[in-house]
């Protein structure tokens, strides 16, 4: 096969905004440096502290944010909605999302050859293929898919180009489903709760969205109108392997809470969670550690994270290769910012850092929930979007009704 100049990725551009707008600009709490704690007044006649844990991404841990009675109630809660398993096969109109997009073969194989040396190398094909896909691919899996499908004619673990525009763009992904995968070859391995948090919710949910606003400074109105809280357990043998919670955002990206009301259409989503607040629901008893992979790594590098048979997203065999873990401890809030400052008070890039990922359980369970914000790098899109919502909670319509119909989507392919 020939080699050529790969087309350039395209570099995020963000939208640009006017200061004042009605929901002004956003604060960003000072990480100062790792270690740091600062005194934080949550509650009335309680005082909580916030450490630092890293810089990149920025992360704090707040002990105690919960009360064990809290933790419990939540959890009992979650157990009366239902709990659903987390992990949800593709579908096969992501497939065909997947095969509209705009992009020739020619241009994904270059995308992907980031040495440009005319072929595929194994790791340049996990790369492609644990882009939010379902099932945690394995340098022996991408033997057994090529073995299956016939991809590698000649044997040597290489991928040609003229052998890439033999296979289909979800080929392999067609190929697992066909074959079936166990849990522990799922990205993820847990089961979920959704518990609305807006008017009318039960008062422990109201209680914590309200302590979350207070923690993230954000602009209450934007933190109400943001996910229902997820409540994930993970039984033995459970994880879920590294991940971001947001994607990046390029001009052409749209998020799901606001792609209805700004009418746009988009083969590229995401989930805009700018931030992150994760909260531990039991003490567990054997692993379930919350590991970043490349906290404060001087550089951050997609194909650094495999390395030889080493994965570092793996988080059933590579926790311990982590840089950061941090033991799940009832009550205890973890904190981060999925997204850069644009420097003028908004969202701007994605933090690569936040890399992320839950290390297998060994022993016992373990109960999280997650509160995501949710805010639309695009300011104007952001305040239409508030201006909508606000309608159903004057009383057009109910506002739990709402919150569901936007995020659904979003919820249902997670």
């Keep these: 096969s020939t080699t050529g100049t790969a087309p350039a990725p395209p570099s995020p551009s963000l939208p640009k905004h006017h200061n004042l707008s009605p929901l002004g600009r956003l604060q960003r709490l000072e990480g100062i440096k790792v270690g740091h704690v600062q005194r934080l007044d949550l509650l009335p006649n309680k005082v909580h502290y916030m450490k630092t844990l890293s810089m990149k991404p920025l992360l704090f841990e707040v002990p105690s944010f919960l009360s064990e009675e809290e933790c419990k109630l939540i959890i009992h809660l979650a157990k009366l909605k239902g709990l659903q398993e987390s992990q949800i096969m593709p579908s096969d109109l992501q497939h065909e999302a997947i095969d509209e997009m705009d992009i020739s073969k020619e241009e994904i194989f270059n995308l992907l050859d980031y040495n440009q040396d005319g072929q595929l190398q194994m790791k340049e094909v996990l790369t492609l293929l644990r882009f939010g896909d379902s099932t945690w691919i394995t340098p022996e899996t991408v033997q057994e898919i090529y073995t299956g499908l016939k991809a ?81 357990k993970y039984e033995q043998g459970g994880h879920y392997h590294a991940h971001h919670d947001s994607g990046p955002i390029y001009a052409e990206t749209s998020c799901f809470h606001t792609k209805l009301v700004s009418n746009v259409s988009s083969a590229l989503e995401t989930s805009c969670r700018y931030v992150t607040v994760l909260f531990y629901l039991n003490t567990v008893s054997g692993g379930g550690e919350t590991a970043f992979p490349v906290a404060d790594n001087r550089t951050y590098d ?79 899109r952001q305040v239409k979007f508030q201006q909508a919502i606000s309608k159903y909670t004057n009383g057009e319509a109910p506002a739990k009704w709402a919150i569901d119909n936007i995020y659904q989507d979003l919820h249902v392919e997670l």
């Design 152 to 232: 590698d004619p000649d044997g040597n673990g290489l991928l040609s180009l003229e052998e890439f525009k033999q296979l289909n763009t979800n080929a392999f992904q067609t190929y697992l489903r066909q074959h079936g995968v166990e849990k522990s070859e799922l990205v993820r391995n847990s089961k979920n709760a959704w518990l609305y948090q807006g008017e009318g919710a039960h008062q422990i949910l109201r209680t914590l969205r309200h302590r979350v606003i207070k923690l993230t400074r954000l602009p209450p109105e934007i933190v109400e109108h943001s996910e229902p809280l997820q409540v994930v």
């Design 302 to 380: 997609e194909l650094f994270l495999i390395q030889n048979d080493t994965d570092l997203r793996d988080t059933r065999k590579n926790c311990d290769r982590a840089n950061l873990r941090v033991k799940p401890v009832q009550g205890t809030a973890l904190f981060w910012y999925n997204y850069l400052s644009d420097g003028e008070g908004w969202v701007g890039e994605q933090d690569e850092y936040s890399l992320h990922g839950g290390c297998v359980v060994t022993q016992g369970n373990k109960w999280i929930a997650n509160n995501w914000i949710n805010i639309d790098p695009d300011v104007q």
